[in-house]
């Protein structure tokens, strides 16, 4: 059953969302300019041009903002997965890439406030304690390959996901000490890697390890 159009919102709605919209934007970018720790609630308040108290009527705590920022994150990667999912012209490479190159884009328009906000996400806790939505995503992309007979049927897809989520954030952290580097590059080079190994594969293509054909040398 087709689900129905959302309710376009009434005035007081987009009052409050215009008000919410604009702590938040201001809120990213003092964090860009002076740094997460260093802004205080009183300074996204005036930023905002709104009250303090008014503050808290959108947000419990200056956390909350880092939750706000993740939950865009991931809005915005499933938007961009859907889209590309209703193609069923493409593999499950075509996909896994567009899924790479919009994680490195996110990351790229955003290199000022990424790097400040990925490190306030880590320090407070958010990788251990909230959903780790883009293994989900990964892994829905694998498991659709796999009914169409692309992944090879014992992979478990949720572990494929979590490898992809794990490597992506672990080169994440990396380049956001040096985020002028190639951030799209690598991330699709752990792509081919994770989708291809790194071990030969013998010649009858079964994707075994070649046997060495080394000879061990005596020791001196």
Known sequence: M?????????RRERSKQRVRDRI????????????????????????????????FNYFQRKE?????WAEARKRRLELCMEESMKSR???VTVHLERCMAALAEFNESEREI??????????AGRPLLEEPYAGR???DIIEAGRRRGEVTSDIDPMRVGNILRDSYLGLLYRW??????????ELREVLRIVLTGVLPHSRDG???????????????
């Not at 956001?176 to 590059?185: I, K, T, V």
């Open 2 to 10: 087709a689900s129905e159009p959302a309710r376009p919102l009434g």
């Open 24 to 55: 938040y934007t201001s809120a990213l970018t003092l964090f860009a300019e002076q740094g997460y720790d260093r802004t205080t609630i009183d300074q996204i308040a005036e930023h905002a041009d709104v009250a303090r108290g008014t503050f």
């Open 64 to 68: 909350d903002l880092v939750t706000a």
């Open 89 to 91: 012209d493409d593999d």
């Open 114 to 123: 990424t790097a400040v906000m990925l490190q306030a996400w880590v320090k």
């Open 137 to 139: 995503v990964f892994a």
């Open 176 to 185: 956001s000490q040096n985020p002028d580097g190639p951030l799209h590059d």
């Open 206 to 220: 079964r994707g075994t390890p070649a046997p060495s054909t080394a000879t061990a040398q005596p020791t001196a």
